[in-house]
Structure formats: C-alpha cells, structure tokens
C-alpha cells in the first residue's frame, strides 16, 4: 500500500495491532538496453535499433539515492514535481507576473470545470512545452505514470497537478507482517454488517415522494421516499433513507472499452447530464500483475523493489514469503521467493491483449519474457549475497517454479485498474462526489476524491464522508441528532470492533 502518513488504513492496523514494515520506495532503479528509433536519411523512413547507454553511471541495478543525483533522474522529478510552462497559469500567480510565456491561459482554479479545456496529456507537455528528453520521459513513464496506473499518452496534467498539491501521505510503502493481506482488512471491517458476495446490482431506481395539499396540488417533495437497487437476478433492496454507490466507474459509464466488463449500473430517472459528463471524463486505464515464483531468492536480501526504464515491465517487487506444512496441499507457490512485476496503462494493455488473444501461448510468452528481464538484471556477472548462487548467467530461469499473469480488465466487475488523473477532467470528480436523486444518491470510491487519490485509503476516505453526509441528510428530515464527530477519521478508527 503507497503512503504510510496520514492514511486511515495505517490506523486500523495499530488499532488491531497488526505488524507491518515501512518500505522505502522506490528503492532501486534498473536502466537496461535502450530500444531508439532514428530517421534513415536516405529512405526517409524509421528504423529501431537497441543501443546501451553511453552514461554507464546509469547501467544495471542502480540504489535510489545514485540514481535520483543523476541529472536525468533529477530532471524528471524536478518536472512533476514543479510542473513548469503547464498550458496554465493560475489568475493570482498571471497578476504577480509569474507568466512563464504567452502559451499559457490564466486560469482561476485547477478544478474549475469551465476551463477544463486548457489541459494536456503529461507526454504532450515533457515533448512538445518542455522538451525533455528520452531518458527523462522514460523515468517519468515508469515513476511516475505507472504509479497512477496509466501511460502518460493519457495522464492528464491538470489533475496531476491536483494530486501533486494534495498528497500527503509520504513515498513509503506499507507492507503487512505475518502473511496477512488487504483482504483480511475488509474481513474484519465486515464483521457484523449484512454483505452479500454475489450479488450483482444492475439498477438504482429512485422516485420522490411528494405531499399533496385537500385540493390535490403536489407540495414539497420529501427525499428518498422510494430508492431501490435490483440485482441482475431480479432481487430488490429498498433503502430506508439513502444508497451510497462505491462502484468502480467503469460500471458507471455509458460504455467501457474492456471487453470482459459486464456490470453496467443503471440509473432511473437517468443520472442528471452534468454528472454523466463528468464520470465519462474520469478514466480507468489496465494494470497487470505477474507473480512468478522461485525455487530460492537470487536478489540482494536487502531489496525489495526495482523501478525498471528501458525494459519490458516497469516495476517488480521481491518478497519471500513462509508457510506452515500442512502436507500436499498442491500449492506451487507456497513459501517460495517471490516476484511480481507490475505495468499499468499501455503496456498492461497490450499483454492482457496478448493474453485474451492467444490462449495457448500468450501468457507464456508473457512470463518467458519477464523472466529474461529478470535474468539481464541480475544474471551474467557475480551477485555475491548470502545463500544466492553467483555467476549464473539465467538465475531466475533457472530458479523459476511456477507463474499467474493477472490483467485486472479480465475481471467483469471492474473492467481496468484504478483511476487515474486525466486529460480534460478538470472539475470532474468534485462533480461526482455532489449528492443526486433529491439527497438520496451518494458516490463514494476513488473516482469521488477530489484530491484525485488513486490509492486506497483516498478511496476509504471517500466512503466515510458519503456515509457521513448520507446520515446527516436523514437526521436533518427525521431532527434525529447523530453522535459527536460521527463519520469522521477518529470516530471510525476508535470505534472499530467495537459494538456501537
């Protein structure tokens, strides 16, 4: 989990007193053989060509803190992290004279929706306004975009530069001790609610109730008087003051580019036209995990992620995890060294296409080519460590035991990854999180966050304040009071488990 400061998750791991490590992240980063396309001058067509890196300071498996004092390294993280010559500037910055050049509209606010139209993709801005460089589109592409699941041919800079002022949660990584998992988290959070697994919802159907006067003229409406959900099986749920819709926005839109996806929500009457446009705008690209398992460990003990540029996959983490003998369980994978690379965004695009397409050979071919990634960045040359095999020329080849490639668009409910900031969004998700159907209607999830949080304690944040305002809406019509502090952070952390 990305960001172990101010995270809500983090606070419900100390109150259950649950173990966990703080990792820095990223922790190493690989610069492998470059793949250049030139123009030929004779035919006037391209040509590609792998070439190594004349800079050798950035070759191979280089530790963070190297890297990052490389000017490249640094340039890229100087970009995304200042945002210069943006196709914006803000009206009180243009009146203090901080124009960079005439290119640039003043705008008001990063998320007014009326400007949404002054925005680009973050790899239109590093080509065309700044004028980065391979190498430092390269780090930005695998840093930065990766992480929040897109490409940067689709990274909006707009809500970029919202994410970038609003996070607050550190660079660190949270991982739980002692096998335990996110799932075990939300186990315990279910632990006497009424959750139905299964259970597919295909429609919120709300109708007023409205008061008529002796003479029979309609007086005020009285919210949420009728809200039903129906479920794909033809189940009804009828809420008792208001729904609070924490789907994934893939089921929201008209239509999804996945082809697997195949749980649209429908709204009846339809969602009003300025919250569709919105949730049309807020995009979901593909992520794609592969968990390839070994027979021992042939990476340095003390790593445990590698942000890879020039490469195949763009990110793999090493952990190593144990397991009780509990006998022939058939588990492959059990208590093995383990490696899993993660792309989001283009590449995770392509291999799930591959995948999907070739049934019989695709995901090998995926996992043959993960595995020779693996073996050029730790294979060919001494890696002397405790109990690691030296000079293997394939050490992960050899070690390999088993593997499971996992696109997240092949998973019908949700169809992708997580949103991520996109282009021509301004505005959208402050849009969304607005209250529909007359109060009875709330969205929650990480579309909702306005602070564009992809991560999942944005999205945890976003469900506590629809339930908040949703029970605030109720107490309002019924003059019921709620509890002091009732839907915030520490209501909700102090209380967990507990009976109230």
């Known amino acids: 989990m990305h960001g172990g400061e101010n995270n809500v998750l983090v606070r419900l791991f100390e109150r259950l007193r649950w173990s966990y490590r703080t990792l820095e992240w990223p922790d190493r ?3 492998g053989t470059r793949r250049d396309t030139e123009v030929d001058d004779d035919t006037n ?22 890297a990052e ?36 509209i003043s705008i008001d606010d990063l998320e007014c929706a009326s400007t949404k139209h002054v925005d680009c993709t973050a790899l239109e801005w590093l080509t065309d306004r700044v004028e980065a460089s391979k190498r430092v589109i390269a780090v930005a592409e695998n840093v930065y975009a990766n992480d929040f699941g897109c490409s940067l041919s689709t990274m909006g800079l707009r809500e970029t530069a919202v994410e970038q002022r609003e996070w607050c949660h550190g660079e660190e ?9 996110l799932g075990n988290l939300t186990s315990e959070v279910a632990k006497g609610l009424d959750v139905r697994l299964n259970t597919v919802a295909s429609k919120v159907k709300w109708r007023s109730k409205e008061t008529r006067s002796e003479t029979g003229e309609t ?3 009285k919210n949420g008087a009728m809200t039903v959900v129906t479920t794909r099986c033809g189940k009804s749920f009828r809420a008792s003051s208001a729904i609070v819709v924490a789907a994934p926005v893939s089921a929201l839109k008209e239509k999804h580019w996945s082809p697997a996806f195949a749980t649209k929500l429908a709204f009846d009457p339809p969602l009003p036209r300025a919250k569709r446009d919105a949730i049309e705008s807020i995009q979901m690209s593909d992520a ?9 460990r042939f990476w340095p003990e003390d790593l445990w992620n590698v942000v890879c540029c020039d490469a ?14 509990d006998g022939d369980t058939g588990d492959d994978v059990a208590g093995r060294a383990i490696v899993t690379f993660f792309a989001c965004g283009e590449t995770a695009k392509a291999v799930a296409r591959r995948i999907r397409e070739d049934p019989e050979g695709g995901e090998a071919g995926v996992v043959h080519q993960a595995l020779a990634q693996l073996d050029a960045m730790f294979g060919g040359e001494e890696k002397a460590a405790s109990g690691v095999a030296a000079k293997l020329a394939a050490p992960a080849s050899n070690a390999f035991v088993a593997a499971k490639t996992f696109p997240w668009s092949a998973v019908a409910s949700v169809g992708g990854a997580y949103t991520h900031p996109s282009v021509y969004a301004a505005g959208a998700r402050r849009e969304l999180r607005r209250p529909a159907y007359d109060g009875a209607l709330f969205f929650a999830g990480e579309a909702a966050n306005v602070k564009c949080n992809p991560c999942m304690q944005g999205a945890v944040t976003t469900g506590l304040e629809a339930a908040a305002a949703a029970a605030a809406a109720r107490a309002a019509r019924t003059g019921t009071p709620l509890p002091d502090g009732f839907g915030e952070e520490d209501w909700f952390v102090e209380g967990f488990g507990s009976d109230d």
């Open 69 to 104: 004092a490389h000017p490249d390294v640094a340039e890229a993280h100087r970009l995304l992290a200042d945002l210069p010559d943006a196709p914006w500037v803000l009206a009180d910055a243009s009146e203090t004279g901080e124009r960079s050049n005439q290119s640039q």
């Open 312 to 325: 195949f996959l763009p990110e793999c983490w090493m952990l190593e995890y144990e397991t009780e003998d």
């Open 45 to 66: 067509t391209k040509r590609g060509h792998e070439t190594t890196s004349r800079d050798e300071s950035l070759r191979g498996i280089v530790d963070a803190e190297t």
């Open 288 to 296: 794609v995990k592969i968990c390839l398992a070994f027979s021992e």
């Open 173 to 181: 990584y949270i991982l739980l001790d002692k096998g335990r998992h």
């Open 29 to 31: 980063y690989y610069f």
């Open 219 to 221: 007086g005020e409406k």
